[in-house]
T-cell receptor
């Protein structure tokens, strides 16, 4: 079945360093969503990318959707301790009943050392 | 406006018992999905309900069931609990199809089976 894979699984950075997580799908995606889960919290929706090659920015966060719509990345510039958490990508997969559902990647856990 | 409310927040049950978890979505959201989150398996899709109908179901045994009421509130039930059912159960609501609108997650119910 369709899989959404994320790398790396863990990333430790010094505060101020950049961070990137990558998401790859085994099939072409109609769109991709990104979520952040703080330690002890729940996933929070960050953004959705729809167009091939799309790039969106949220302050220090830059999201990209690949030209083939099979991969995506999240880049954080100059990390801060508030960036700590697990970042998930999620893509839709077609369910046999005709409706699609969101498949989440395993997530990338980011630790930031002050 | 109120977020997604899940009750209870914590639950301890004995193997073999059954449990019912509750979720109240954001007002106006008709889609409610349930996910199981464990350290080893990440976010696993359980099912999605829309206007009281189950639209999607994940690969979980029949011991896991759910329903949605006319006011969009949802419940999930797990019968004959096993130790492996210990997890964080997350409810997520969406304005429409989650892959189009994204999810708003609740804080989750932490279930421990002993």
């Amino acid at each position: 079945g369709q899989q959404v894979m994320q790398i790396p699984q863990y990333q430790h950075v010094q505060e101020g360093e950049d961070f990137t997580t990558y998401c790859n799908s085994s099939t072409t995606l109609s769109n991709i969503q990104w979520y952040k889960q703080r330690p002890g919290g729940h996933p929070v929706f960050l953004i959705q990318l729809v167009k091939s090659g799309e790039v969106k920015k949220q302050k220090r966060l830059t999201f990209q959707f690949g030209e083939a719509k099979k991969n995506s990345s999240l880049h954080i510039t100059a990390t801060q301790t508030t960036d700590v958490g697990t970042y998930f990508c999620a893509g839709p997969t077609l369910f046999s009943g005709g409706y699609n559902k969101l498949i989440f990647g395993a997530g990338t856990r980011l630790a930031v050392h002050p | 406006k109120a977020g997604v409310t899940q009750t209870p927040r914590y639950l301890i049950k004995t193997r073999g018992q059954q449990v019912t978890l509750s979720c109240s979505p954001i007002s106006g959201h008709r889609s409610v999905s349930w996910y199981q989150q464990t350290p080893g398996q990440g976010l696993q899709f359980l099912f999605e309900y829309f206007s009281e109908t189950q639209r999607n179901k994940g690969n979980f045994p029949g011991r896991f069931s759910g329903r949605q009421f006319s006011n969009s509130r949802s419940e999930m039930n797990v019968s004959t609990l096993e130790l492996g059912d210990s997890a964080l159960y997350l409810c997520a609501s969406s304005l429409g199809t989650p892959s189009n609108y994204g999810y708003t997650f609740g804080s989750g119910t932490r279930l421990t089976v002993v």
